[in-house]
Structure formats: structure tokens, C-alpha cells
């Protein structure tokens, strides 16, 4: 059984760094190569963000997909190649002098629910194999086309003309600097995402968050149990004897309400396996016996 750490961190990662660089910067301090973020943030966006460390990182993907909260400002007036403020300025208008609350809320309303949302042009998005930032630096302009997000919420905070600052609820996968453009186009005078804080996702608020410069020591002692990332889902709690048989890959009799989506098997608290249920069994698709112990067990 490794004596390395595994569990989930929270970081509040500064404006600046990339996501990988506040992975990098954790893999150094705490000595262990198993370290993955759940999602990134851009550089210039600051916040929560999610690592997995040891075995735990085998649990990323079903963190990735969770709903996220964001506080944004949208400046109105300038539209960027980015869509943010790191882009070069491609258009201004004085119009937002004429725009009032209700016309900017009617705006911000309109964005809710869910909506087909073009990508930006600088973003990762894959078209016909390649990434649309490398087609749109080449001088190319990327055929982009609309994909479905939910957006939940689009609350306006704070009015100080021409920004705006807003609560975004979305789920994975909708780009923020997106919303700001398309806020400033219904408007009619353009806009791009001036900055961009996550203050959530899913169940992890960023006032939990440690900051990417703790020591080693800082960061074990408020690692989170892998059973943290999974407490979403399906839950189902075995005996010793279908632990066991789970751990080692087996299917096992198991009754599980609601059958669709993946199923958090334990033992006394300690995850065993993660699987899907079917026919009145639980199939398991991936097992940590190790991480448990449970090899080093008499039956």
C-alpha cells in the first residue's frame, strides 16, 4: 500500500499563473508526481481550483462535469479578438452611455436558460483537428459552430457604466468571456470579460481554498478524502465480503436506486470502487484496493 497522500485540494489560484503552473508548483511542495486540476482557469481569471493528488487523481473526471459559480465584470464599449482583456481591441463604441439598468438586466436575461454558444475564436475548441486558437493566429478564422450550455443564473451585482459586475452560474464547458461578448452585442455596443473570479464548483466554495504558495505540510493537513470528490454521486455501502469481490473487479447483487450514471461503492466510509449498475448488479469500473489496505487484509 503507498504511503503517498491522495485526496482532493482547493487552491485559490491568483491572476497570472496557468492552472498548470499551480499544479506544477504543488507537485514540487508536496513531492509526489500525481497531481491533476478538474479544469482550468485562463491566466488572467482567478479562483477555485480543484486538484486531485495521488490515486485520487483516477477520480478527476467525475468532478469536471460539476456545476460552477463565477464572479465576473464585463466592460461594455470594447470588443476584443479574445473576448477578454488580454485580446487586441477591436472595436469601441461610446453607446453604453445611453444604456440604464433595465436595458442591461433584459440583456442579462436573455442569457439564461439554455443557449447554443459560439466558442470564442482564442479558445481550445478542435475544428477539423486543430485547436481554433492555432487556426485563428494563423490568420485563419476558425468555423466555430454553436454548442449547447446551460447557464442557471446571470445576476447583476454591481453597475459602474461601462462595467458591469455579475454572478454566473453555468454548467461545464461554458465559456464566460462568451457570455460578456454576447451581453455586449444584444446590446448593441459590444463588451469582452474584463475579469473572471470562480468562486465555486459544485460543493467546493473557494473560502476553503488555500493558496498555491502553502507549504507541504499546509497542504496534507487540508487534504480533503477522496470520498469528497465522489459525494455527488450514487452511494452504495457494502459488506466486507462484496468489498472484496468489488476490489477485485467483480460484479456483485446490488440494488441501486436510479441506475443511471456512475455508482461510489464503500466500506465503513472508505471508497472501493466506482461502477454502474446493471440487472441488479453493480458492474465496477474502477477499484482501489490498494489505496485501502484491502489486499493486507485477512478475508
Not at 447583476?156 to 454548467?171: F, G, I, N, Q, Y
Request: aromatic residues 4%.
Amino acid at each position: 500500500m503507498s504511503s503517498d497522500p491522495a485526496g482532493l485540494l482547493l487552491i485559490d489560484k491568483p491572476e497570472g499563473p496557468t492552472s498548470h503552473d499551480v499544479v506544477d508548483s504543488v507537485r514540487r511542495s508536496v513531492g509526489i508526481r500525481r497531481v491533476g486540476h478538474t479544469g482550468t482557469l485562463d491566466p488572467f481569471a482567478s479562483g477555485l481550483l480543484l486538484l486531485c493528488v495521488g490515486w485520487a487523481t483516477r477520480l478527476a473526471e467525475y468532478l469536471t462535469a460539476l456545476p460552477k459559480v463565477y464572479r465576473g465584470v464585463i466592460r461594455l464599449g470594447v470588443r476584443t479578438d479574445t473576448d477578454d482583456r488580454t485580446g487586441t481591441v477591436i472595436e469601441t463604441s461610446d453607446g453604453w452611455r445611453q444604456l440604464d439598468r433595465a436595458r442591461i438586466s433584459l440583456a442579462l436575461e436573455a442569457q439564461v436558460g439554455e443557449v447554443e454558444q459560439v466558442p470564442p475564436a482564442f479558445s481550445a475548441k478542435k475544428v477539423a483537428g486543430q485547436r481554433a486558437y492555432s487556426v485563428t493566429r494563423s490568420g485563419g478564422t476558425p468555423a466555430l459552430r454553436p454548442q449547447s450550455v446551460a447557464i442557471r443564473q446571470l445576476s447583476l451585482r454591481d453597475l459602474s457604466p461601462p462595467d458591469l459586475t455579475v454572478e454566473l452560474e453555468c454548467t461545464s464547458g461554458t465559456y464566460v468571456r462568451a457570455v460578456a461578448r454576447d451581453v455586449g452585442s444584444a446590446l448593441g455596443v459590444g463588451g469582452h470579460l474584463k475579469s473572471l473570479r470562480r468562486l465555486r464548483v459544485g460543493a467546493f466554495s473557494v473560502e476553503r481554498a488555500l493558496q498555491p504558495d502553502s507549504d507541504a505540510k499546509e497542504f496534507v493537513r487540508n487534504l480533503q478524502p477522496p470520498e469528497t470528490a465522489v459525494a455527488h454521486l450514487r452511494r452504495v455501502d457494502l459488506d466486507r465480503d462484496a468489498a472484496w469481490a468489488c476490489a477485485d473487479g467483480r460484479p456483485i447483487d446490488c440494488q441501486v436506486e436510479d441506475a443511471s450514471g456512475p455508482v461510489a461503492a464503500h466500506l465503513d466510509g472508505r471508497l472501493v470502487a466506482i461502477g454502474e449498475s446493471r440487472d441488479g448488479q453493480l458492474w465496477p469500473r474502477k477499484v482501489f484496493p490498494a489505496s485501502l489496505g484491502l489486499r493486507n487484509e485477512t478475508k
